[in-house]
């Protein structure tokens, strides 16, 4: 049969398409920061397993937040899954510590770099900021844990100061460095431009992307950060998050299979159910034209055009 999107795939071709896009779903850690969501252990152990059986890359979780989550994390960590657990606190030895308690393997930090979170949240310098990072990296190596660093509010970051601390945790010996859009205010030419730099500057180390949806933009940046270099987004479920949230999963994952076309794992049929279970557990329920997972999502009204 012939493919009715075969013209509309000539446009979308990419001049250097990106091998593979992975998946890291921060459902439990960044989907448990929009409002009024919060899981019960239970409901989090078994959330990993649901996106451990869709087949993301990575499932990321936070231990330092309370003993609930600390809990959560062990006993996930323990289920032996196919995807990394991922243990994610700030750029603390003692957040770190407590990582370590847990058995995890894998370790995200994040340290904010802007001058604004340096100066009215931290209130540090940047040569403090920089030792902290790689304090940080270098505290997680000797205990064995592969490590992530976050540069927190990197897009509002001078970028001679973000390239600087992304070389220095480089050197460090970091395993990954995760690029946000903390505020949510970049558009897709300008993400393409932030990962090219810090590309540029640090050479072959493994980029993540993370993107706040603030005016709708996330999953065209999430994409538009892969074009330039990053190899993994964030995701939750049904896009939840601080604020408006992330990148939603069925999007990201649908448009890898479908649009990209890049080799993956994915139980795409798993969606609708993945949807609704967060729809069960939380105050938020999906709205009816959300795509792919809304129930309005495909059914057509012709109006006119017949």
Not at 24 to 33: A, V, Y
Not at 183 to 212: F, K, N, S
Request: aromatic share 4%.
């Amino acid at each position: 049969m012939e493919d009715a999107n075969r013209h509309a795939a000539r446009y979308n071709e990419l001049p250097t398409a990106p091998a593979r896009i992975r998946i890291l779903d921060s459902t439990l850690r960044e989907g448990e920061q929009h409002p009024g969501v919060s899981f019960s252990v239970k409901q989090r152990i078994q959330i990993a397993w649901e996106l451990d059986h869709f087949g993301v890359d990575q499932i990321e979780i936070s231990p330092v937040i309370s003993e609930d989550h600390e809990a959560a994390t062990r006993t996930i960590i323990q289920q032996g899954l196919a995807a990394d657990i991922v243990a994610h606190g700030r750029a603390l030895k003692g957040d770190i510590d407590r990582i370590v308690s847990c058995g995890a393997s894998w370790c995200a930090v994040y340290l904010g770099i802007s001058d604004v979170h340096m100066r009215d949240k931290l209130r540090i310098g940047r040569d403090e900021a920089v030792s902290r990072a790689v304090g940080a990296i270098e505290h997680a190596k000797a205990h064995g844990l592969k490590i992530r660093f976050t540069a927190e509010d990197g897009s509002r970051a001078d970028p001679r100061f973000l390239t600087r601390v992304c070389a220095a945790v480089r050197d460090a010996g970091v395993d990954r460095i995760s690029l946000p859009d903390t505020a949510g205010i970049m558009l897709p030419h300008g993400m393409r431009r932030y990962v090219a730099l810090v590309r540029e500057a640090i050479g072959e180390v493994p980029l993540d992307v993370h993107v706040h949806n603030d005016v709708g933009l996330a999953l065209a940046n999430a994409f538009a950060a892969c074009e330039a270099g990053a190899d993994q987004i964030h995701t939750t479920i049904n896009g939840i998050g601080e604020r408006t949230g992330i990148p939603a999963l069925a999007e990201v994952a649908t448009a890898i299979h479908y649009l990209y076309g890049l080799p993956n794992s994915f139980h795409l049929d798993m969606l609708g159910d993945l949807s609704r279970l967060i729809d069960a557990y939380t105050p938020v329920k999906t709205h009816e034209s959300a795509p792919l997972v809304g129930s309005s999502a495909f059914k057509h009204k012709a109006g006119t055009h017949l």
